[in-house]
């Protein structure tokens, strides 16, 4: 009876760009489950379902975009398709969004708990990598609590 393959996926022979190195490193980066399981030397091959040659191509594992804008020139619809698709080709695994209510993004007003339950509708099923969003402060005007400005 074979033994269980431990990747699904095993990329040989790629040069991988990692936060806080001076330079690229050659190596290997291996898939199991739909994330990064390892990244190192000399990967057994043996180890994975299938195996790509990289051929010495740049890989980079867990890239996160801390500040992409999804749905202003476009509907969020669309946007989330599409600029998501274009940040996994790009190395992008998450993505932190920006969000604010009024002009562009959705055209609507008020409070976001109000607002923030369809941009999370309209974004399920549509993004390619992981994705959050973060809220812009609105103005704060003496008088107001804080409670008021997020519910």
């Known amino acids: 009876m074979p033994s269980a393959k431990k990747y699904d996926l095993l990329v040989k022979n790629v040069r991988i760009v ?20 390892r990244v190192g030397r000399e990967i057994p091959a043996g180890e994975a379902r299938k195996v ?15 500040h992409m804008h999804c749905g202003i020139y476009s ?14 080709q790009g190395g ?10 009024g002009h562009y993004y959705l055209n609507k007003g008020g409070p976001y708990a109000k607002f923030f339950p369809e941009v999370l509708d309209i974004s399920r099923d549509r993004f390619h990598v992981d994705y959050a969003y973060h809220l812009a402060p609105r103005r704060w005007t003496a008088g107001t609590s804080t409670r008021s400005r997020i519910s």
């Open 52 to 66: 790509v040659d990289g051929k010495g191509l740049l890989a980079f594992p867990g890239l996160v975009d801390p």
């Open 75 to 88: 509907p969020l619809a669309e946007d989330a398709i599409t600029e998501s698709r274009a940040a996994a």
């Open 18 to 37: 990692r936060p806080g190195k001076a330079s690229v490193q050659k190596g290997d980066v291996a898939i199991a489950d739909g994330k990064f399981a």
């Open 92 to 101: 992008v695994t998450s993505s932190l969004n920006y969000f604010r209510t």
